[in-house]
């Protein structure tokens, strides 16, 4: 024998090794004839299914292990994959069944069904079955741990914006009390008229009650935005025109903000297609980038609040809240977006980590970016989803 000669160890198994091999194994194998007998059956699948080797070896592994469903609905042999591989001679493989023990109970399994040749002829399949219990409530547990992290969440966007709430509440009350003061004095003028009613003044009664059902269809319209805004059940997204929500997301900013000397201007571009989202959401990122940016502007002379709308290359609408204000120091700046970071003396410091939220849940992306001449700008993205109508679908 020569030092490069390999000794019989080297070429050939010993004696027995398969069984080795099989009895080690954590994964269940057993074998099948082309009738669906189980020709044999390593300690895993044993154990795993409840039986002993003699009350599998010989008997029909479809009506042993296979023969229900998930829902509990019977599995016809016919559908079974782990057959269909000593039919079609391919391999089959699936993620999510489940197998039955011997006292009834089952347990979720992903298998492997691959056909056995010999001489180019079928003669069976061998099956390579693992048990996935701790897997799938692995996953059950991941699922309602982001369950509870999204009602988190929806709190958080809620305490939001009732804070924001909360510091408009003075200047609401001024904004409501304007149109029914208005109410109030329309109807007594309605009434004096009446009391010193003559042929010609009916017209005049009319034109004040008129005047006083516009006032009342205002403090109503306020109110209503109010709680539609503070509605906690925000969670079904719908097609929607980005333009309306910010005008509607606006004006409930613009209510009571006591500042009367700033400019506010729209500058929306037309013709866009509807998007898919959650609009009680988008509007309060909106709400808060215009309250910020009217906050900013503070004692600012000559203040100018611009909220402008365009489409980008990529296929999304962006929204600008453009302010002329004092702007950020650096050092806010680069920590803006991170919870319980504010500038107001009395504020939370969650309004722009929610918007990021908000947005981001939204396949968009928000940054501010400082003015030239002054004061800064946020920008939020939107990706436009068309329905399937528009894809021609």
């Known amino acids: 024998m020569t030092g490069n000669s390999k000794g019989p160890r080297d070429t050939e198994p010993l004696p027995g090794f398969s069984d080795l091999i099989l009895a080690a194994s954590g994964d269940g194998i057993y074998g099948l004839d082309t009738q669906g007998h189980t020709t044999f059956a390593n300690p895993a699948a044993v154990r795993m299914c409840g039986y002993t080797v003699e009350e599998m070896v010989g008997a029909s592994q479809h009506n042993l292990i296979h023969h229900t469903r998930p829902d509990g609905t019977p599995y016809p042999r016919l ?35 691959t056909p056995i040749w010999d001489n180019g002829r079928l003669i069976g399949a061998v099956v390579s079955f693992r048990d996935i219990t701790e897997r799938k409530q692995a996953e059950k547990t991941l699922r309602e741990s982001e369950e509870r992290l999204r009602k988190s969440q929806s709190d958080l966007h809620h305490v939001s914006r009732l804070s924001a709430m909360g510091e408009m509440a003075s200047g609401l009350a001024h904004e409501l009390n304007q149109p029914l003061t208005a109410v109030m004095n329309y109807v007594q003028a309605a009434k004096r008229t009446l009391e010193a009613s003559d042929d010609v003044s009916s017209a ?9 059902l516009i006032q009342v269809d205002r403090a109503s319209n306020i109110i209503r935005g109010l709680r539609k805004f503070i509605n906690k059940d925000n969670s079904d997204r719908s097609f929607e025109d980005i333009n309306e929500i910010i005008e509607e997301a606006s004006k409930l900013a613009f209510a009571g903000s006591g500042f009367e000397n700033t400019k506010f201007e729209f500058q929306l571009s037309k013709g866009f297609k509807l998007i898919f989202v959650d609009k009680v959401q988008v509007q309060q990122v909106i709400f808060n980038l215009v309250r910020n940016g009217m906050e900013a502007l503070g004692d600012t002379r000559d203040g100018h609040l611009v909220i402008a709308t365009e489409k980008t290359l990529d296929n999304c609408i962006e929204v600008f809240v453009r302010d002329n204000g004092p702007g950020l120091d650096e050092e806010i700046a680069g920590r803006l977006f991170q919870s319980f970071v504010t500038t107001k003396p009395n504020g939370m410091g969650v309004g722009l980590s929610i918007c990021q939220s908000i947005v981001e849940d939204h ?9 030239q001449d002054g004061g800064m700008t946020f920008h939020f993205t939107l990706p436009i989803v068309l329905k399937d109508s528009e894809n021609g679908e």
């Open 79 to 113: 559908e079974c994959p782990i057959y269909a591989a000593f039919s079609d001679g391919k391999v089959h493989r699936k993620k999510d069944e489940v197998f039955w023990r011997k006292d009834g109970t089952s347990f979720p399994v992903e298998y492997v069904s």
């Open 204 to 212: 005049q009664v009319i034109d004040y009650l008129d005047k006083g």
């Open 363 to 371: 396949a968009g992306r928000l940054w501010e970016t400082r003015n």
